[in-house]
């Protein structure tokens, strides 16, 4: 599920909730390196893993997560060929890519606690790269075979949009589209997700050849189990629209 609060707390519920796989979002929630940092120590033990979305694909702020101790990555808009390589060449250290040096300061290398940490990080950290486009779709069996990218995650309401299909992330176009993509990821042996709220849809995608799906958020089950409680013990209000904005 989502994580998208930016709240240590209710990333912790989440860990403890059987769910196998969190997903801790800068992208579109209030999260920054402090969050970030403080929701992963408040998940550290719990037998979920956690994904980390940056806002962008970029190289330094990339940096900043793996030396706060990201692990698994997940790199929003990858396009191209030259994105997903951009994404891999953030997480490895020179010559193999462009990540800054500074275990000494960074809680991933626990302060240069962790022998020989500048040498066997690239193999702690996976890269699993969003494809939400119509160019990405295009270009999917290519980024599929950059070195360094471990998973593909598809977006459908971004793909929906790309497509002139804004809001429909359930039309057969879309379906179509994110199924080729499973397809492509299968062929070429490596993970494929998607984001799926819908139950019907989640499981058509796992029958599609998905490996992992985002089924949740937090923020959203807060939102409509508080409306269902509203609506439960609160009589109707007479007129429904907004008294300001």
Not at 93 to 111: D, F, K, N, T
Request: aromatic residues 6%.
């Amino acid at each position: 599920m989502w994580v998208c609060s930016g709240s240590p707390l209710v990333a912790e519920i989440c860990a403890g909730s059987g769910l196998d796989w969190l997903l801790v979002d800068a992208e579109h929630s209030p999260n920054g390196l402090e969050s970030i940092l403080a929701q992963l120590q408040a998940v550290h033990g719990y037998p979920v893993q956690v994904l980390v979305r940056p806002p962008v694909n970029d190289t330094v702020l990339i940096k900043q997560y793996l030396d706060l101790g990201v692990q698994n990555l997940l790199i929003p808009m990858v396009n191209t060929v030259a994105d997903a390589r951009a994404a891999v060449a953030a997480t490895r250290y020179p010559p193999e890519g462009v990540r800054g040096v500074g275990s000494a300061l960074a809680r991933a290398a626990r302060w240069n606690r962790i022998p020989d940490y500048l040498a066997t990080a690239g193999g702690t950290v996976s890269v699993t790269v969003q494809i939400e486009s119509t160019a990405a779709v295009e270009a999917v069996e290519d980024i599929l075979a950059v070195d360094g990218v471990d998973a593909i995650f598809l977006g459908p309401s971004d793909l929906a949009a790309s497509m002139g299909l804004l809001g429909q992330q359930e039309h057969a176009q879309v379906r179509t589209a994110v199924g080729n993509c499973l397809h492509a990821a299968a062929l070429a042996g490596k993970p494929a997700g998607v984001n799926a709220f819908t139950p019907t849809t989640a499981r058509h995608y796992l029958e599609s050849g998905a490996s992992f799906v985002l089924v949740g958020a937090d923020v959203s089950l807060l939102a409509r189990g508080s409306e269902a409680l509203a609506t439960a013990y609160l009589p109707a209000p007479e007129d429904d629209s907004p008294s300001s904005y």
